[in-house]
């Protein structure tokens, strides 16, 4: 079996995904980095993008996060965002509700969910 | 002896405050529901922020690293975040957190330190009263429950760092109820600037971490939002806490009533018996005279 890297990504209202994974990219604010198992000790900030976990060469889940920093160790991930959704689970209807009483920046965020689903 | 009537009264008082109290307790207990499931969400976020954060304070050195990190080489005055709840009956919660602050205040100023205290909630600033009111860096009311959300302690973050910055206070921390489980709560005092540093951290022996932009500008990002998350964190526990101490206190409550309306119908029956017993003997001697 291939290495894993155990990932958690956490956002101030729950724990979104905490499991193993083959790799995982992340959207960094200098540029889009993919973790795999021992990578190198590094504290990055985070800006709006998708993050992809991968697992048999493929991608198996997907979230869209809005800023935040990830925390890479050799063996693990923490990525603490803001805001964080789940682009397989999430409905449009569900995020049109949100929109109505939204401020500027979480409309610009469902927005950019509804893009990416 | 208390004549009939005025019993009467008395057993029916009693039980229209059960009545509250009780409801009270129904009330408490179904909000406790949803501040518990918030207040536990939120806890997978602030331990791994703090887990960060105290890994990054462990590893960095005191004389580049920012002051909001390692903290200031003297400390003057401490800011304390007190937390406490808007409203009363709820037992000792709001007692506690005021005895606990009036020691901090104590001890602090007893090590020659100076202290600004900034009040969340009315009843702790209420309880301390005129001890406190040179001390009052700022008062917010109705931070709690649904009014509670993540951009308002944005603000009231914003504002501490505003104070930190502009060495009006050199040391930060906060004073709450932990929510412990539905009868138990702590109170804590955690530092908030500079950060705390776990001795039993994980020795991740990783000394060098790259950074991703540059230290200082993650750094410059990531502390602010500790300071918030940590607060955050610190006020959802605290509704949690309050909700389980009201539910316990008016549990008690109800029970205290029961037990009071019990032994006021017993003198009330006693009462009536020694009354129908004297008619009795009244009317038999009137007979007996005849």
């Known amino acids: 079996m291939a290495d894993v890297i155990k990932i958690e990504l956490v956002t101030p209202s729950e724990m979104l995904f905490s499991d193993s994974a083959e790799m995982v990219v992340i959207p960094g604010s200098e540029g889009v980095f993919g973790v795999l198992p021992r990578h190198a000790a590094t504290l990055a900030n985070l800006q709006r993008g998708t993050l992809n976990v991968y697992n048999n060469g493929a991608i198996t889940r997907r979230f869209l996060i809005d800023g935040g920093v990830a925390d890479v160790l050799p063996e693990r991930v923490i990525i603490l965002a803001e805001r964080a959704v789940d682009l397989d689970a999430v409905s449009t209807q569900h995020l049109d509700e949100q929109l109505v009483n939204a401020t500027e920046a979480e409309a610009a965020f469902v927005n950019a969910v509804k893009e990416a689903v | ?290």
């Open chain 2, 1 to 290: 002896m208390a004549n009939l009537k005025d019993l009467k009264t008395r057993i029916n008082s009693v039980k229209s405050t059960q009545k509250i109290t009780s409801a009270m307790k129904m009330v408490a207990a179904a909000k406790l529901r949803r501040a518990q499931e918030s207040a536990e969400a939120n806890r997978p976020y602030s331990s791994r922020m703090q887990q960060v954060i105290s890994g990054l304070a462990s590893k960095a050195s005191k004389a580049t690293a920012p002051a909001l990190l390692v903290g200031r080489e003297t400390v003057k005055t401490h800011l304390l975040i007190v937390v406490s709840a808007d409203k009363g009956l709820c037992g000792g919660f709001n007692g506690s957190i005021a005895r606990q602050t009036r020691l901090e205040i104590k001890r602090l100023e007893e090590e020659g330190k100076s202290v600004l205290l900034y009040m969340v909630g009315k009843k702790a600033a209420d309880n301390l009263g005129r001890e406190i009111t040179d001390k009052i860096f700022e008062r917010v009311e109705n931070l709690q429950g649904s009014n509670l959300d993540y951009n308002k302690v944005d603000t009231v973050s914003h504002k501490i760092l505003t104070g930190f910055s502009d060495t009006s206070f050199d040391h930060v921390s906060i004073i709450y109820n932990q929510f412990v489980n539905a009868i138990t709560q702590n109170v804590v005092v955690t530092p908030l600037i500079p950060v705390q540093i776990n001795e039993d951290q994980e020795d991740t022996g990783a000394s060098n971490y790259e950074y991703e932009p540059d230290e200082n500008e993650l750094l410059e990002q990531l502390l602010p939002r500790n300071v918030t998350t940590q607060i955050y964190s610190a006020l959802l526990e605290s509704f949690a806490a309050e909700l389980a101490a009201r539910m316990t206190a008016m549990d008690n409550a109800t029970r205290n009533a029961g037990d009071m309306i019990d032994s006021l119908t017993l003198v009330y029956n006693r009462t009536r018996q020694a009354n129908i017993t004297k008619e009795l003997i009244e009317i038999i001697s009137g007979a007996e005279a005849l």
